[in-house]
């Protein structure tokens, strides 16, 4: 059975950095496109980044995370990651993992962003 488990979260100032995890079962992650969501109290689920098969790059189309987070993958570890840094209190939320070919997500982790 294919699983998507995300770690990482937790909770940090402004500013600060965290680095998330998901970590594949069952799956070849680099085989797949991959991606990283987002999902704030009250608002729908947002694309974050992605990751092609072939190891192209997308970032949502959006001012305010462009520039301070990194999607990367670790073949061998099968795990990918998203790097986030000078975060801010507007990206608390649960970030979840999805394989986009097989429909599965993980659990989510979530961010909090406070002083």
């Known amino acids: 059975q294919v699983r998507l488990v995300e770690s990482g979260g937790g909770l940090v100032q402004p500013g600060g950095s965290l680095r998330l995890s998901c970590t594949a079962s069952?799956?070849?992650?680099?085989?797949?496109?991959m991606g990283w969501y987002r999902q704030a109290p009250g608002k729908q689920r947002e694309l974050v980044a992605s990751v092609s098969a072939s190891g192209r790059i997308h970032y949502a189309d959006s001012n305010s995370m462009k520039g301070r987070f990194t999607i990367f993958r670790n073949n061998t570890a099968n795990t990918l990651y998203l790097q986030m840094d000078s975060l801010r209190p507007e990206d608390t939320a649960v970030y979840y993992c999805?394989?986009?070919?097989?429909?599965?997500w993980g659990q989510g982790t979530q961010v909090t962003v406070s002083s």
């Open positions: 069952a799956i070849n992650l680099s085989s797949y496109g």
């Open positions: 999805t394989n986009f070919n097989l429909n599965v």
